[in-house]
């Protein structure tokens, strides 16, 4: 039984009006952080933001396209569009542009595109296609082992060009992966790695096997009774054991200076304040400066005198912090939460598992964005540039978050005709 009624009559409407009040925040406070008394039109497409308007109303075109194309389609041409995903991936390491020092872009003119950002809601399509199959269980071995791999190839192409923050972005799929029944222990042994790896870095790693010696003497002591436990857990501190001292190797021979220097300053190893620390400390004097109700529109100084870099980008929520205050960032980052929680809801009313899958991977996607991003203006986590989305500024990112989120919306507007 099909159910006939407009689509656009069961679209979720408030989910659409806080993305469009999200794009909107962004495009008066990219206007804001490069502000010139010299270029004071607003619609100047000279300037930043008169380029974000024009991908705005591009964003909007695309948007509505996908609200008018039958959702059956993405189903149908999931691994389709996740292969010329990975095909443009290989091209631009062949024949891209290299800009701040990653081969990550086509440029086309006056304008580039970034394949690594559209990659992402490729990638969920193709594991959301994967999922939804019949059997697919996680506790499979082998169902695990292809989701992984949909999951790492277009990361690893993009780790080689190399964007290392894009690449960390496909972390986010772990959620949708837990949502499918992932076992849990997995996510435990992803968090031991990375406190492991942070622990040897500021402590002496054989201090650090030792403690870890310690704990797993500890747990063995509590369920000795349990058969087979001990040479399990000789494995595991085995293991653990040769990935702590993997960890200097790796951190030395394989990530770049500036990575070094940023994580570093960031666990507090390293005081950098001009240098590799220079962008987090003067993104926490401008939000800092704030106050509880801001500085006011256009009156931040911090942004005014650029002593943010990359404050329409990967900082923007440096300008919201010193003009919006507290009470404007809190706005911001309510409305960010909203969009989740309404993500959520969605995804699970869905009939298709198809449909279900995807959402969960669109706000997992974003969520990731989200607390990283801001995360890192604020200190708390690594300067790695991966934008907020619908606020920073760039045309790729705004754009390959509008597909992704609106291929959800058009799922969702479609689920009363599945049985």
Same mark, same amino acid.
């Given at each position: 039984?099909r159910i006939r009624e407009?689509?656009f009559?069961n679209i979720?409407?408030?989910?659409?009006?806080i993305?469009?009040?999200l794009i909107?925040?962004g495009?008066i406070?990219?206007?804001?952080?490069?502000?010139?008394?010299?270029?004071q039109?607003?619609f100047?497409?000279?300037?930043?933001?008169g380029k974000?308007?024009?991908? @705005?109303g591009?964003?909007?075109?695309?948007s509505?396209?996908?609200?008018?194309?039958?959702?059956?389609?993405?189903l149908t041409?999931?691994?389709?569009?996740y292969? !010329?995903s990975?095909?443009?991936?290989?091209a631009v390491l062949?024949?891209?542009?290299?800009?701040?020092?990653?081969r990550?872009w086509?440029? @086309?003119?006056?304008?580039?595109?970034?394949?690594?950002?559209?990659?992402k809601?490729?990638t969920?399509?193709a594991l959301?296609?994967?999922?939804?199959?019949?059997?697919?269980s996680?506790?499979?071995?082998?169902?695990l082992?292809i989701?992984?791999?949909?999951i790492?190839?277009?990361?690893?192409?993009?780790l080689m060009?190399p964007?290392?923050?894009?690449a960390?972005?496909?972390?986010?799929?772990?959620?949708?992966?837990?949502r499918?029944?992932?076992s849990?222990?997995?996510?435990?042994v992803?968090?031991?790695?990375?406190?492991?790896f942070?622990?040897t870095?500021l402590?002496?790693?054989?201090l650090v096997i030792a403690?870890y010696?310690?704990f797993?003497f500890?747990y063995?002591?509590?369920?000795?009774?349990?058969?087979?436990?001990?040479p399990i857990?000789?494995?595991?501190?085995?293991?653990g054991?040769?990935y702590?001292?993997?960890?200097?190797?790796?951190?030395e021979n394989?990530?770049?200076?500036?990575q070094?220097k940023? @994580?570093?300053?960031?666990i507090?190893?390293?005081?950098d304040?001009?240098?590799?620390g220079?962008n987090?400390?003067?993104?926490?004097?401008?939000?800092?400066?704030?106050?509880?109700?801001?500085?006011g529109?256009?009156?931040?100084?911090?942004?005014k005198?650029?002593f943010?870099?990359?404050q329409?980008?990967?900082?923007i929520f440096?300008?919201?912090?010193?003009?919006w205050g507290f009470?404007?960032?809190s706005?911001? @980052?309510i409305?960010?939460?909203s969009?989740?929680?309404?993500?959520?809801?969605l995804?699970?009313?869905?009939?298709s598992v198809?449909?279900?899958i995807?959402?969960y991977?669109?706000?997992?996607?974003?969520?990731?964005?989200?607390?990283?991003?801001i995360g890192m203006t604020i200190?708390l986590a690594p300067?790695?540039?991966?934008?907020?989305?619908?606020i920073?500024y760039?045309?790729?990112?705004?754009?390959?978050?509008t597909?992704?989120?609106?291929?959800?919306?058009r799922?969702d507007?479609?689920r009363l005709?599945i !049985?």
């Open positions: 039984m407009s689509t009559y979720d409407w408030l989910t659409v009006f993305y469009l009040l909107f925040i495009w406070n990219i206007y804001s952080a490069v502000y010139d008394e010299a270029h039109n607003i100047d497409v000279s300037q930043r933001y974000q308007l024009i991908w @705005i591009a964003s909007i075109v695309i509505f396209i996908l609200l008018m194309i039958d959702s059956k389609l993405f041409f999931s691994y389709l569009i292969i !010329l990975l095909l443009s991936l290989i062949l024949i891209g542009t290299k800009i701040a020092g990653s990550s086509f440029q @086309i003119g006056e304008f580039a595109l970034q394949p690594s950002e559209f990659a809601f490729a969920g399509l959301t296609k994967f999922l939804s199959g019949l059997n697919r996680l506790l499979n071995f082998k169902n082992i989701s992984g791999t949909i790492a190839v277009p990361a690893s192409l993009i060009q964007d290392t923050g894009s960390l972005v496909y972390f986010a799929f772990m959620i949708v992966l837990y499918e029944g992932l849990a222990k997995f996510i435990l992803g968090l031991l790695a990375i406190i492991l942070l622990a870095l402590l002496n790693k054989y403690i010696f310690g797993i500890i063995y002591l509590k369920n000795f009774r349990l058969k087979g436990s001990l857990l000789i494995i595991v501190f085995t293991l054991s040769a702590v001292y993997s960890v200097d190797y790796v951190f394989i990530f770049e200076h500036h070094k940023r @994580i570093n300053v960031l507090g190893k390293e005081s304040p001009k240098g590799a220079y987090v400390n003067q993104s926490k004097i401008a939000i800092g400066s704030g106050g509880f109700s801001g500085k529109y256009l009156k931040g100084t911090q942004t005198f650029n943010v870099p990359e329409s980008t990967d900082f440096c300008t919201i912090g010193e003009e009470v404007g960032s706005m911001v @980052i409305l960010f939460l969009l989740f929680s309404r993500l959520i809801i995804a699970e009313r869905q009939r198809y449909s279900r995807y959402g991977s669109v706000a997992s996607i974003l969520f990731f964005h989200f607390i990283v991003n200190g300067v790695i540039g991966i934008p907020l989305p619908f920073s760039g045309g790729s990112s705004l754009w390959s978050f597909i992704l989120l609106f291929i959800f919306i799922q507007a479609s005709e !049985l």
